[in-house]
């Protein structure tokens, strides 16, 4: 029987989520920086890939590039506020994690299944992330900066194999679907799943992009659900 090993989730928008329908609207970055929001959305995913695997030190570095790129002057005090407050925003949704996914992770882990995190990330969106109540739920996590591979990479999926000493072929990964993740998983072996509990929150604009993924996966419209997931998995000789 080849039950399953191993659950690998994504981070945001799977585990936790920036959704929060009391925000107030703020100036944005590309504001404060004196630049259109579509100049500096354009400059800002530019710098994805490098952002994502650790090339810049931290998102001061990243903000100052911007500014040399689009010819606007360095403001050390306001990029230092802006970085601050990234901080603050980032470390929210660590502090609001929901009971039903900290139910469903412990439940995986009875089963005997081994629980991994694969993330796209840099410093400051995961700098709560080893003193959040997460931590102790998960055997490890593979955060994109730290490992120089970002989703879809199928290396990084393979690299959290390994450090779990996992087959991927009896490994799952659930996430929602950005970045391809889906993708990058299935190429590496793995079975994906989409994940639409958080993604069922946002307003259609947010989450339009990811009607493709939707008609590729199978969708998992609960935390739960992956536990029942796992536990057929479990029992059966499908995996």
Request: include cysteine; glycine fraction near 6%; charge should be negative.
């Amino acid at each position: 029987m080849r039950s399953i090993q191993a659950v690998f989730f994504d981070l945001y928008e799977t585990v936790i989520t920036e959704f929060d329908p009391y925000c107030k609207p703020v100036p944005t970055t590309a504001e404060r920086l004196g630049l259109s929001q579509e100049r500096f959305a354009a400059e800002w995913r530019a710098r994805q890939q490098q952002r994502m695997t650790g090339a810049y030190v931290d998102y001061r570095s990243v903000l100052r590039e911007i500014c040399v790129a689009t010819d606007q002057p360095i403001d050390e005090a306001l990029i230092e506020q802006l970085h601050a407050e990234r901080l603050v925003a980032k470390a929210m949704p660590f502090a609001r994690v929901d009971d039903d996914i900290v139910d469903a992770l412990a439940a995986i882990r009875r089963l005997g299944v081994k629980v991994g995190l694969i993330s796209n990330c840099t410093a400051e969106e995961v700098a709560q992330w080893e003193s959040s109540a997460l931590r102790a739920l998960f055997d490890d996590a593979v955060l994109s900066y730290q490992v120089g591979y970002a989703k879809p990479a199928r290396e990084i999926y393979l690299l959290a194999c390994q450090r779990l000493d996992v087959q991927p072929a009896r490994s799952i990964f659930v996430g929602d679907g950005g970045s391809d993740e889906p993708v990058g998983a299935v190429s590496a072996g793995m079975t994906a799943y989409q994940a639409t509990w958080f993604l069922a929150r946002w307003p259609a604009w947010k989450t339009a992009g990811r009607s493709q993924v939707q008609a590729r996966y199978p969708l998992l419209q609960t935390p739960r659900e992956v536990v029942a997931t796992v536990e057929a998995g479990c029992s059966t000789n499908s995996w």
